[in-house]
């Protein structure tokens, strides 16, 4: 069936270290995969997204690179900072249903 | 959050109990959808609606209900038939609701059934 897998579950990194967060997809015809941050007790807030034409995209310290051979895709932050502390969801338009499937989030907390 | 709402921002109802969430968007957005998310789980489509007087059942539609008589706004109904309603639910709105449409969330509401 349509499945987003997203790891880690959790990740702890120091302040202005790297973090790379992983997804993996199942419809090799999903062409489309945003990412979302979420805040304690607020809705989702998109961070940045993807379109299958390109392999990567790039927004000042946030980057997301695509695999479709691979059917992956990954978030990346660089110089974290301790307001990057949130929980993140990838997710991927699934061709058939025309919706949108989550990951399950991944928690990350930037130690200062 | 943008111009999306949604109220009450925490709920507390009885078990048996109907009960309605609000969600209003102010962006002029054809397309609303209605999410559930539980602990350590990612969000999961419960209804959509593409235009007005006119929806679709997502994954877990069992036990909820919706309608959409106005563009700006898509309020959800928990019933007594949903099986274990507590949860953090969120609305969303998008432009046309096109399969690569980007969907912008509301701040939530958190229900919770004693």
Redesign the interface.
């Known amino acids: 069936g349509e499945n987003?897998e997203?790891h880690p579950?959790t990740l702890s990194v120091q302040e202005g270290d790297s973090a790379v967060i992983k997804c993996t997809y199942s419809d090799s015809a999903s062409?489309?995969f945003?990412w979302?941050k979420q805040e304690l007790?607020?809705?989702?807030?998109?961070i940045i997204?993807i379109?299958s034409n390109v392999g990567e995209k790039k927004d000042q310290r946030i980057a997301v690179t695509l695999n479709k051979t691979a059917k992956h895709f990954s978030l990346h932050i660089t110089e974290t900072q301790p307001e990057d502390s949130a929980v993140y969801?990838c997710?991927a338009?699934m061709?058939y249903g025309?919706?949108?499937?989550?990951?399950?989030?991944t928690i990350l907390r930037v130690k200062s | 959050d943008g111009g999306i709402t949604q109220s009450p921002k925490y709920l507390f109802r009885k078990e048996g109990q109907n009960v309605t969430l609000s969600c209003e968007q102010n962006l002029n957005h054809d397309a609303m959808y209605w999410y559930r998310q539980d602990p350590g789980q990612g969000l999961r489509l419960i209804y959509y609606s593409q235009i007005v007087n006119d929806f679709q059942k997502g994954d877990i539609a069992e036990g909820y209900s919706v309608s959409r008589e106005k563009k700006e706004s898509f309020p959800l109904t928990v019933t007594s038939a949903q099986k274990n309603p507590t949860a953090f639910y969120l609305c969303a709105s998008s432009f046309f609701g096109g399969h690569t449409d980007t969907q912008y969330f509301g701040p939530g509401t958190r229900l919770t059934v004693l």
């Open positions: 987003v997203q579950s062409n489309y945003p979302y007790g607020k809705g989702p807030q998109l997204d379109r969801f997710a338009i061709e025309n919706k949108l499937v989550f990951g399950a989030g």
